[in-house]
């Protein structure tokens, strides 16, 4: 059994109390008029009021990509252990529980993350423009697509979304439970048509998912590939936070038998899925550029003139540093390597998030101060209380999967 | 003068991953060793030097994506830039997009085949080369371990013998032919 470290708690109690006084003051800092602005006399009113706007609208965009982020690295996690459980991978199961973990965040993000978008269906903010009716009246292009674009069902889709991911991740936790009692592979076997159903429902949701919560905040753009471009960012995090847990679990003397091959294959996938990430981005950043067609492309060019250091910073952090570093074979093995990788990809992919969905939402207005710094404070507390809270519950290691021998034994 | 060596057959490469490791505890030198297939771990047990061929290819690669950006660098921007269908050519960097996938595709083509061509060279192999393998057996099922001679070659046949070997027979050493 793991037990909770002070060190930890403490940490994460500290990261949550000062997250949540940084998201209070850029709430309360945040101007609610235009006179607060300090607009010159005879200034462009229209240009003052849509300053405002972006400007109300950063703490909430704030929130939103820090609950965003951790809720879909969770989610990741929770894909990387469904692929593992299907693909019936024989070096994974001694990494089961740890998973296990950090998917116990799911729940609690997918609920704060609800109510976010329920306060934006409420028109507490104006993170979704399409929300507005005032907009909507006068742009006839968000009017062709309310059919999909409406709040009910726009809610219903996120709670189908949101339930599906919460249920496969009870139900294969049951299992994986159960099997730790049996006498027959019954639970495993169950565990694996789960994990194999789940991927199918994964799949079409993380599209869909994708489409609504970050292609929805642009309505006039429109990707094909851009499901799986979020996919790859995301589940790219979910390794480097499975690397960075697993890492701090073996250096507190949990995890015997986790050898630094285990560690060599979970820096392949960040090496990997970094590359599919760069590959993906590339693909649709390219086709873009190349046709150059004026209604699709100021997508990428408000991005590229407003937000140049933040792509070109996460090109760098999420494709040149894993492709020169991470392509070592004996670096792979290394602990303390991994980890500085896997902290800096995260930050890499945070600001991917950020980049996805600041554009659209505070436009040239964006900084990274109190209220960013802030949300991902809180929300990186909440996520590793959750998680070894969760880790704390049932023993870290699982006692009869068929697997676990070959697990154990892993070398490479 | 020839040298003599002695070869053990065996038929299982688990008796034969131990006699390398009991060869070698005693100090002999192996000169050889020749399997139907690949072995893990035996070029661990044999003590054999990691290959470089990745740092190789590595290089190689670096070199492709020179090549290609200094061969559009000078076709596209310097030598003749044309306007063609609006695409900005007043610097590399301005039609990057444009460029990357032959970058990618020339660095994967200098990695790759020079690298293959780095393997042929160095383990000796190219179309109609004489075969080395002294006995042919080891082609299909058997796995033949070549000891260098110490001069008393009954006693060393005998520890041969010892360690697991279906056969065992003293030969020259056979120069190796190119």
Redo the contacts between chains.
Sequence with gaps: MYSFSGKIKLVAILSMVVGLLGIGYSFIAAPSTVEALGVPAGGDAAHAEHVLQLLKNKPWAALYVAALFFMLISLGVLAFYAINRAAQAGWAPILFRVMEGITGYLPVGALIFFVLLVLSGLHLNHLFIWMDPQVVAHDTVIQGKTAYLNVPFFLIRTAIYLLGWIGYRQITRRLSKAQDQASDNRPFVKAFKWSAGFLVFFLVTESMMSWDWIMGLDPHWFSTLFGWYVFSSFITASIAALILVTITLKGQGYLEHVNDSHLHDLAKYLFGFSIFWAYLW?SQ??LY??S?IPEEVTYFITRLNDFEPVVLGMLAINFLLPLLIL?D?DIKRKPWVIGIMSVVILAGHYLDFYNMIMPATVGDQWSIGIGEIGSVVFFFGLFTYVTFLTLTKVPLIEKRHPLMGESEHFHY | MNKKVVQAIYNDDDVLLDAVKKVRGVNLKIEEVYTPFPVHGLDEAMGLKHTRLAIASFIYGCIGLVVAVLMMKYIMIDDWPRNIGGKPNFTYIDNLPAFIPVMFEMTIFFAAHLMVISFYMRSKLYPYKKAENPDPRTTDDHFLMEVESTGNEQELVKFLEETGAIEVKIADKKAIEI
């Design positions: 590339f950043y390219m550029w190349y150059n392509v074979s």
